[in-house]
DNA sequence: GCGACAGAGTTTCCTCAAGGAACTCCGGAA
DNA sequence: TTCCGGAGTTCCTTGAGGAAACTCTGTCGC
């Protein structure tokens, strides 16, 4: 195919950004492997059954854009893959998707993997809250409006969102 | 491009299921632009500037799956798209990759759209927080375990969570 | 010293589905 | 009776992804 491009939306889009850096197919399994300890070319391969050459594509994405460092462990050239600050904070979103996959999609087994708060030490999931208040806050409880890097200010018409997020 | 099969993954994996869902090019924008309210073929079509084709493969797509309903509001053959709950709550990932992308990729102008929590009436972002105590949950506050639907009781070695999420 | 080895990619070739553009279908409206 | 606007289809090209073989580099065993 050809590469999908959402430039038209990369202006006025936090979500086309975050999608430009981990959109691809395989790069939210490889954020997985590597934040759970899978740190090796050929570990995450085996793994995930991806082709080398798109495992080694999306890697070197990944280093560019800042999400991973490749750092060598041995005099020979080997290296290993470790997140950034940045890439331990796009962890949040493989959570949220773990969250409302074992909602939505768990089999009859149950969730296939579980998660231990270390601060309560109870099996849980994330929930969303507001970082001003710390009340809920999903789909319906925000309004948006357009910000400072908003292509400019917005006829306030009856349709309150349309070049959005 | 085959269409990429993350079938080995989707057996024990919540994030691969869900990226089966919603990980395919521009179901994400698609989603968005359906929660704030474009919801007819065209104005979508317009605002994303997607192929008509791909756009019907997704909708369709999200419809079988169970994220949108298409409703008819017109005697002649016309539709919108509304979220089903299903589909309401998978728009906490986008609230996530909002913030994300908000703190690390907003260009010097800051970020193109602002969120107003109801709640508190202030201009917020999510933040995660554990379902069970509140306490804060991110990358690191975390131990994955096998889960009941996990492909079985794993030998408890060195390598805590080769099956993942 | 020399070949086998292991990790980490590269390269090549092939296939097939993603994207784009143009076409169709349907039921009012003029 | 034609025009129009919404909502999809159809067709073609291209380039992404997969598979497998190849490369490169430093170690290890002999």
Redesign the interface.
């Known amino acids: 195919?050809q590469r999908?491009n959402?430039s038209?939306?990369l202006?006025?889009?936090?979500?086309?950004?975050?999608?430009d850096?981990i959109?691809e197919?395989?790069s939210?399994?490889i954020l997985?492997?590597v934040?759970?300890?899978?740190r090796r070319f050929d570990q995450i391969q085996a793994?995930?059954?991806i082709s080398r050459k798109v495992l080694t594509e999306r890697l070197n994405y990944l280093v560019e854009e800042g999400i991973m460092e490749r750092l060598p462990y041995d005099q020979r050239p080997r290296y290993e893959y470790h997140?950034t600050r940045?890439g331990?904070?796009?962890?949040?979103?493989?959570?949220?998707?773990?969250?409302?996959?074992?909602?939505?999609?768990?089999?009859e087994?149950?969730?296939?993997?579980?998660?231990?708060?270390?601060?309560?030490g109870?099996?849980?999931?994330?929930?969303?809250?507001?970082?001003?208040?710390?009340?809920?806050?999903?789909?319906?409880?925000?309004?948006?409006?357009?910000?400072?890097?908003?292509?400019g200010p917005e006829p306030a018409g009856a349709?309150?969102?349309?070049?959005?997020?």
């Open positions: 195919m999908t959402f038209s939306q202006a006025a889009c936090s979500i086309a950004r975050t999608l850096v959109g197919p395989w939210p399994l997985r492997d934040w759970v300890g899978l793994d995930l059954g997140l940045k331990t904070e796009l962890v949040d979103l493989l959570m949220v998707m773990t969250a409302w996959g074992d909602r939505w999609l768990a089999g087994a149950g969730p296939p993997v579980l998660y231990r708060h270390h601060a309560c109870e099996i849980s999931h994330v929930d969303l809250r507001c970082a001003h208040c710390g009340e809920p806050m999903h789909a319906g409880d925000v309004d948006p409006l357009p910000g400072p890097g908003s292509a349709e309150p969102a349309d070049q959005l997020a």
